[in-house]
């Protein structure tokens, strides 16, 4: 059983930025995969990037140029840098880990993040 705890969300001005932490319990470089995704009030969750084993990385077009994948293995952990953010930015936003490559896939509880105009 993998565990995921997200933090950094928050409440930022429209051009601000923020950055997600997700803390896996097990050794993500190990990991097929991680991602994130994020879910808004009456709509389905999306995904926002992933970042494979390999480093390559695949982002939403609706974030590209603003949004950072990374990971710090050591740390077992994973960050996302959401710069120059929109309101439309606004969802709880969740860590997803595919562990094998198969499900099942592994969940963060989410963090909100709310993006004023």
């Known amino acids: 059983q993998v565990q995921l705890v997200e933090s950094g969300g928050g409440l930022v001005q429209a051009g601000g930025s923020l950055r997600l932490s997700c803390a896996a319990s097990?050794?993500?470089?190990?990991?097929?995969?991680m991602g994130w995704y994020r879910q808004a009030p009456g709509s389905q969750r999306e995904l926002v990037a992933t970042?494979?084993?390999?480093?390559?990385?695949i982002y939403a077009d609706s974030v590209k140029g603003r949004f950072t994948i990374s990971r710090d293995n050591a740390k077992n952990t994973m960050y996302l840098q959401m710069n120059s953010l929109k309101p439309e930015d606004t969802a709880v936003y969740y860590c997803?880990?595919?562990?094998?490559?198969?499900?099942?896939?592994?969940w963060g509880q989410g963090t909100q993040v709310t993006v004023s105009s």
């Open positions: 097990g050794s993500i470089f190990r990991f097929n995969a």
């Open positions: 970042i494979r084993s390999g480093g390559s990385t």
């Open positions: 997803n880990a595919d562990v094998f490559g198969t499900l099942p896939w592994y």
